[in-house]
C-alpha cells in the first residue's frame, strides 16, 4: 500500500512493528505548527472580535453573535473552524476564551453608553473545555464587576458536546451563573448526541437551531421537519429560538411560518467589526427619528 509504509522501530530496547500513516503524520505536523502560531498570535493581539446581528421578525436587532477572527500576516485569514479544536486541545483555549470574554464585556460597556446598542445582548461560544475550568465563573465575576457590565446583556452559547460528561457540574455552573443574571443559549443544536431528556434538565434560556438544517430546509423534506421539530420543542419547553445560517428570504419567511421569530445569517448581516454593525445601526436610527 502506497499510502502505509510499514516499518520497523527499535523503541526502548525492544523491536517493534508500527504502522505508519504519512497522512496522519501530516495533520499531527499541521496540528503543533497552528498550536505555535496561535501561541504566538495571541500574544501579538492578532485576533480580533467580529459581531453578527441577530434580528427578530419585526425587524428589530436583539443581539449579536461574537465570533473569532485570526487574520495572519503570511497565511491570511485563518478560520475558527480550524483553531478552535487546536486551542481546545492544547489548552490554549483558556488564555484566548478569557481574552473573548474580558473584550466582549468591553464592548457590552460600550454598547450601554449608545443609543440603540443599549438593549443589544452579547453571545459568546463557550468551549467545554474553558467552561469546565476551575477559574472560569470567578473570571466572569471580574470581568463584569470591572468592566461595570449587567449580567443580563451576556449570552453564554454552550453545545450538546458540555452534556456528555460530568452532567452534575454543567447544571450546578449553569445555575451558578444564571443566579448572576447571565443567560445560556445551546448552539448547533440537533447536531450532538445529547439525549433530549438533559433539555428539561439544564437551565436554558435559548435554543439555536444549526445552520446545517436552515440551509436546505426549503428543499429537503426531512431538514423541514427537523426544523418544525425543534421550533415546536423550543415552544413547549418554553424556551426561545433562534436560527443561524439564514441565508434567504424564503427561509426567514418559512421559519416565521413554524413560529421562530429569530434569525441569523448573512441575509441579515455578515460577521464584521464592532464599530461597523454600530455605525450601520446608529445610521438606521436616525433615519426612523
Ligand atoms: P457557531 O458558533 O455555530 O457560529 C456560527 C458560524 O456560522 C460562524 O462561523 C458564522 O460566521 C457562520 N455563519 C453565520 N451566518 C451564516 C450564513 O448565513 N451562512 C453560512 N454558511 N455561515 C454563516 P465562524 O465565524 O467561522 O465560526 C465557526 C465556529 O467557530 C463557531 O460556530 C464556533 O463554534 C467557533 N467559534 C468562533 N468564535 C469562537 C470563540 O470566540 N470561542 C469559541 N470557543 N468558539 C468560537
Ligand atoms: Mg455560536
Ligand atoms: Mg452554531
Ligand atoms: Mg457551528
Wanted: net charge negative; with cysteine.
Amino acid at each position: 500500500d502506497a499510502d502505509m509504509a510499514l516499518y520497523r522501530a527499535k523503541a526502548s530496547g525492544r523491536n517493534s512493528l508500527r504502522f505508519f500513516d504519512p497522512v496522519m503524520q501530516l495533520e499531527i505536523n499541521r496540528r503543533s505548527q497552528l498550536e505555535r502560531k496561535l501561541r504566538d498570535a495571541i500574544s501579538l493581539h492578532q485576533l480580533e472580535l467580529y459581531v453578527q446581528p441577530q434580528i427578530s421578525s419585526d425587524h428589530q436587532y436583539v443581539g449579536m453573535e461574537a465570533l473569532l477572527r485570526w487574520h495572519d500576516p503570511v497565511e491570511g485569514f485563518i478560520s475558527p473552524a480550524d483553531f478552535i479544536p487546536v486551542a481546545e486541545a492544547s489548552g490554549l483555549i483558556i488564555p484566548l476564551g478569557d481574552w473573548v470574554l474580558r473584550k466582549a464585556c468591553q464592548i457590552l460597556a460600550e454598547w450601554s453608553k449608545v443609543s440603540g446598542m443599549e438593549n443589544l445582548t452579547l453571545s459568546v461560544n463557550i468551549s467545554p473545555r474553558q467552561f469546565r475550568h476551575l477559574q472560569f465563573i470567578d473570571y466572569i465575576d471580574s470581568c463584569l464587576k470591572e468592566l461595570e457590565v449587567n449580567p443580563n446583556h451576556l449570552e453564554l452559547e454552550i453545545t450538546e458536546s458540555l452534556l456528555i460528561e460530568d452532567i452534575d457540574q454543567t447544571i450546578e455552573r449553569m445555575n451558578a451563573l444564571r443566579q448572576r443574571g447571565l443567560r445560556f443559549s445551546l448552539d448547533d443544536f440537533g447536531t450532538g448526541y445529547a439525549s433530549l431528556s438533559y433539555l428539561k434538565l439544564l437551565p436554558l434560556n435559548k435554543l439555536k437551531i444549526d445552520q446545517s438544517f436552515v440551509r436546505d430546509v426549503l428543499i429537503d423534506v426531512n431538514d423541514e421537519a427537523i426544523v418544525s421539530t425543534i421550533i415546536a420543542l423550543g415552544q413547549s419547553l418554553d424556551l426561545a429560538v433562534i436560527a443561524e445560517g439564514v441565508e434567504t428570504h424564503e427561509q426567514a419567511a418559512l421559519l416565521e411560518n413554524f413560529g421562530c421569530h429569530v434569525y441569523q445569517g448573512y441575509y441579515f448581516g455578515k460577521p464584521a467589526p464592532v464599530a461597523e454593525w454600530q455605525k450601520i445601526i446608529s445610521e438606521i436610527r436616525a433615519v426612523h427619528k
